[in-house]
């Protein structure tokens, strides 16, 4: 204003009021004092004359009064053309993906946030002579943006505390003049429930008064929430025990539903786990539902809780939650029965009881039937050999059965013998360790059991079969077998193996299961034209099965130990042996990973698929076929399987990544073999992540309360911009000035003369001089 | 089904060697049978003779175990130490100290799990052996609390029920030994178990049985034999399939294992 009246030729940036005069303060203090005194005087002066009179003399003494002031103090204005270092007015935009929800008016809350930007440009740019203007989108951080029109609601979280240390940390102390927050309000994170500034974490109060600037927050948002029913929070474990029962807790919340019955639903890999009844009642906004299962195998599972929809209902994403949960062993639960006490059952006994992962059940043979009995049965420790209870009622339950040197002989076990059989079938390990009545001295040959044995049995084929000490040796298959894997290198693999102490006995056998594999043989004991197993394996049926012909792997643990030796690898090969027979996933020829359980709409999934041979060798240049698809139930009409078909590379894998971008739960499924027979899957969910879109609430209330701690204003989108509190810009120098003296005017000397000619004229005339 | 004679002699054969065929004593290796290894120290060869054949004796009779029934004499630096895992050491009397490489070696072979049972043969009075051994294991196992075995230990559960330990002689009524990896290396008696056990050329006992007479004999190749079981079976009827059992068997009042130094 005053720069336009007085520079006309616009040469100046900057005008202001300025005092020309330099009088010292004392002499300011005695005009003003010598003032005063003036008019008091002329006050009691005029006391006699009529009030008229006297209102005029003392008008024209005080106005003369005033202009000899005026010239006394010599005001003036100061044109001058100043450098001005321009701070910042952070705009930050809520982007989350709560702005696709309805809005005040017509359209989304961005739709009505963009509107108000809009409104509010030419405010924006009135500033920009003192202050930048930064555009900022945030979620979690803030990114800074230049095309308003091209911001879209994609963020999958709020943070406003992150948000704001995230500005703090892009300007130095000082360089703002305002923060100006425009949201909703639906904090996802920290701030999520919070309504009062006492409320909000002093980390955070510390972080908004560090901006050191106002922080202005205009609320976007409807007055009134559209009714919604949203999951809000899903309890569970990412990781479960198998035959351990699993809770998954759920809470969900209603708003603008007063009374109302919807279905709630768990399925476990689409089929219904559970069902149960939601049933609104006026006045309580959140419900809670508990689901429990028991899962029954290892793997991944997919889980979908959901919400049935609600009348009216315009939010129906935030109704279905799908998650995976990893089922794995809680204890491998392993029966260990032994013939009689033995040095191998003891240091056998002592490495499963040892190992945390193992819930170990020993039953072992203390006594026969042909054993003396001197003490009465009350006098001695022994229970009965629990045959029903251990290979019938609870056979099922164990995940390995370890035979060591056991005879079935004399317990009356053939009745059960066909459920062993049908254990392996079905999927359970099976162990025989060596022993004078073992294999056939045990009397299995032609039993169910000598059925899935790696190793033939003959009748009659009685005693021991080797009673010198000899170091067994690798077969190839051995060298690549994760059970006789002690070393990561193949070479450091067999340096192992042949500085383990030597072995000593070994049970004869008639010849090898056609599908068996040998892993440890005989360095020079043959049966028929091959060297005798000391340790073989087998797959049968869905189970796998190991034979240890010899009862002396004691002393890989007792004499490696003393000799200075390693006798980890005694605890080595049984614990790979208990993780081969149990089928440990990470043991299988086939594997189809991807990276992560759970994924993003548009995100790239990566999956990896490990091929190896029957004896673990990396399988190279082999052919794998990979089908990526939605699990089978869910898989629609418009979304055909991805397919990718390659080969194997020198490690035995094959790779790629894949695009998904629909939400739900996808399928891996990798199959290799010549007819296919080789399959693993992987399983994963992928999710647009609805935290955001968890309920319809806004919360201006955080909004207030944020504005309240950074001393600025709390908005709403009627509310106009243009006079928000601002920290002034600094100024760095002034290049010209001019001084625009007000006092030296001719009509301001006019009336000094004027004024007190008039007073003296009237005085006289009214004779009182 | 016809028979001819061929089949007839083979069945027979068969018949002859499955009844002949030894049930026991049979192995497969010289590792499978579970026998003593007596330490070879002082005198110790000629202190208790036949005792330990005459214990694994009844260990084959009474229970399932294959047992080796003569002992092997073991210096503690012999390599074949590390392929028996059960040591005994009978002493009497003051006993020379053990050499470091002795020490070194009996404590790898118990941390390795061997277990050693130290059997005090001294007559009665005599506590020189006593003190030996109690000096000795301070310095085996100078971070472990040497212990009282409380009459809750495994030892006195592993086949018979027993509430004492007995021996030839009954100078304690307890067994004392160091817990180490949930076990007892060390198990030390002193009431001379392994002289209960022996016997003459021709059958008759080589010692007297004091105070008890056969009944403490009897007790004693309960101990005896519970104590092989330990060395094999370990905590296997701490079990809690056993324990039910057990307990409802005996009246049992529990007296955990105590600190004597």
């Known amino acids: 204003m005053l720069r336009d009246l007085f520079d006309t030729d616009g040469q100046f940036n900057s005008a202001h009021w300025v005092v020309l005069s330099d009088w010292s303060g004392l002499t300011w203090t005695a005009v003003g004092l010598l003032v005063c005194i003036l008019i008091g005087f002329s006050w009691w002066n005029t006391q006699p004359l009529n009030r008229m009179r006297r209102i005029t003399l003392l008008a024209l003494r ?72 930064d555009y900022f989108t945030f979620g979690r951080y803030v990114k800074a943006v230049d095309d308003l029109k091209s911001i879209q609601a994609l963020g999958e979280m709020t943070d406003l505390a992150g948000a704001l240390d995230d500005v703090q940390s ?44 106002p922080v202005h927050t205009v609320f976007i948002g409807p007055d009134k929430v559209a009714p919604d029913l949203a999951i809000q929070d899903l309890s569970y474990d990412e990781f479960a025990f198998v035959r351990n029962a699993v809770t998954i807790d759920a809470k969900v919340s209603v708003f603008g539903y007063e009374q109302l019955r919807i279905p709630v639903t768990m399925k476990r890999n689409g089929k219904e786990l559970g069902r149960q009844v939601l049933e609104v009642v006026p006045g309580k906004q959140n419900y809670e539902f508990s689901f429990e299962f028991v899962p029954d195998e290892t793997g991944k599972s997919s889980f979908t809780f959901e919400v049935g929809s609600a009348p009216g209902e315009q939010i129906v994403i935030n109704n279905r939650r799908e998650f995976v949960i990893r089922v794995i062993r809680d204890k491998i639960r392993v029966l260990q029965v032994v013939g009689r006490p033995s040095w191998d059952e003891r240091f056998l006994r002592k490495l499963l009881k040892k190992n945390p992962n193992v819930d170990l059940i020993s039953f072992f043979i203390l006594r026969t039937s042909s054993s003396l009995q001197v003490a009465r049965r009350n006098e001695m420790s022994l229970i009965p050999f629990p045959t029903q209870e251990l290979f019938e009622q609870q056979l099922g339950s164990f995940d390995l059965i370890i035979f060591q040197n056991f005879t079935y002989r004399g317990y009356q076990m053939r009745q059960y013998m066909p459920l062993i059989k049908r254990y392996v079938q079905n999927g359970g390990g099976f162990v025989m360790v060596g022993g004078d009545i073992s294999f056939a001295n045990g009397g299995y040959a032609g039993t169910p059991i000598a059925e899935f044995l790696p190793v033939t049995l003959r009748g009659g084929q009685l005693g021991g079969g080797e009673k010198s000490d000899y170091r067994p040796t690798l077969t190839p298959a051995g060298q690549f077998h994760p059970i006789t894997n002690l070393k990561l290198s193949r070479d450091e693999n067999q340096t192992a193996w042949q500085s383990l102490p030597m072995l000593s006995g070994l049970n ?27 340790v073989a394996v087998r797959n049968f049926g869905k189970g796998r099965v190991l034979s240890v012909l010899t009862d002396s792997t004691w002393r890989w643990d007792f004499e490696a130990f003393g000799l200075g030796a390693d006798n980890r690898n005694y605890y080595k090969f049984w614990g790979n042996a208990i993780r081969w027979l149990i089928r440990d996933p990470d043991l299988k020829t086939i594997r189809v990973t991807t990276g992560k359980d759970r994924y993003a709409v548009g995100d790239q999934v990566s999956v990896t698929v490990r091929l190896q041979a029957d004896d673990y060798r990396p399988a190279i240049d082999q052919p794998v076929r990979v089908e990526v698809g939605k699990r089978h139930n869910e898989q629609t009409s418009t979304e055909a399987p991805i397919i990718r078909q390659g080969k194997t590379d020198k490690g035995g894998l094959f790779t790629f990544s894949v695009p998904i971008k629909t939400d739900g739960v996808w399928r891996v499924v990798a199959r290799s073999g010549e007819d296919q027979e080789l399959v693993d899957q992987d399983v994963f969910v992928v999710t647009s992540e609805p935290i955001e879109l ?50 030296a005017s001719a009509w301001l000397l006019l009336l000094a003369i004027i004024l007190p000619s008039t007073e003296w004229f009237l005085r006289r005339r009214w004779g009182l001089l | 089904m016809t028979m001819n004679r061929r089949k007839a002699i083979k069945l027979t054969a068969a018949v002859c060697a499955a009844i ?60 074949s130490l590390f392929r028996n895992p059960f040591l005994v050491w009978f002493g009497q009397g003051s006993i020379q100290p053990l050499s470091e490489m002795e020490r070194r070696r009996l404590s790898l072979y118990l941390r390795g799990g061997g277990t050693l049972l130290i059997s005090d043969v001294s007559p009665l009075g005599d506590d020189g052996f006593d003190t030996s051994i109690r000096s000795e294991m301070s310095l085996l196992w100078p971070d472990r609390d040497w212990m009282r075995l409380g009459n809750d230990h495994t030892v006195y559960r592993t086949f018979y029920l027993l509430e004492t330990p007995k021996g030839r002689v009954a100078r304690t009524d ?68 056993h324990v039910t059992e057990i307990l409802r068997r005996r009246n049992w009042r529990v007296e955990p294992s105590k600190t004597i130094r």
């Open chain 2, 174 to 241: 307890h067994l004392e030994g160091v817990i180490f990896d949930d076990r007892s290396p060390v198990i030390y008696e002193r009431n001379d178990l392994f002289g209960a056990f022996g016997r003459e050329r021709f059958g008759a006992w080589s010692m007297p049985v004091f105070p008890g007479g056969e009944r403490q004999r009897e007790m004693a190749f309960r101990t005896g034999l519970n104590l092989v079981m330990y060395a094999t079976c370990l905590n296997y009827k701490r079990d809690q399939v």
């Open chain 1, 170 to 213: 892009r300007y130095t102390s000082g360089d703002l003049a305002a923060v100006i927050i425009l949201s909703d309000g639906t904090d996802t994170t920290k701030l999520k429930e919070i309504s009062d500034p006492s409320l909000i974490p002093n980390r955070v109060q510390i972080a908004i008064k560090k901006l050191n600037a």
């Open chain 1, 508 to 534: 004869q056998v008639a010849g090898l299961a056609p599908d068996s594999v040998v892993l440890l043989e005989h360095p020079t004991k043959r049966v028929g034209v091959k060297k005798s197993p000391v």
């Open chain 1, 694 to 743: 968890a309920t319809t609430k806004t919360n201006p209330l955080l909004l207030k309360s944020i504005s309240s701690i950074g001393q600025g204003r709390f908005l709403d989108d009627g509310d106009d911009l243009a006079d928000l509190e601002r920290k002034p810009p600094l100024l760095l120098q002034v290049n010209r000035r001019k001084d625009v003296p007000l006092w």
């Open chain 1, 62 to 133: 005080t106005a003369t009064l005033v202009v000899i002031t005026f010239l006394f103090i010599q005001p003036g204005i100061r044109l001058e053309h100043r450098n001005i270092v321009r701070n910042h007015v952070a705009v930050l935009i809520d982007q989350s993906r709560s702005m696709l929800l309805p809005g005040q008016s017509s359209g989304s809350r961005l739709d009505q946030l963009k509107r108000y930007l809009e409104a509010n440009l030419a405010v924006f740019k009135s500033w920009q002579t003192e202050h930048q203007v």
């Open chain 2, 20 to 79: 002949l065929a030894p049930r026991r004593g049979l192995s497969i290796g010289r590792d499978s049978k579970v026998g003593i290894a007596v330490l070879d120290r002082g005198n110790s060869r000629q202190l208790r003779p036949r005792c330990v054949e005459q214990l694994m004796w009844e260990v084959s009779k009474r229970t399932s175990i294959n047992v080796r029934e003569e002992p092997v004499y073991l210096k503690l630096t012999d390599e």
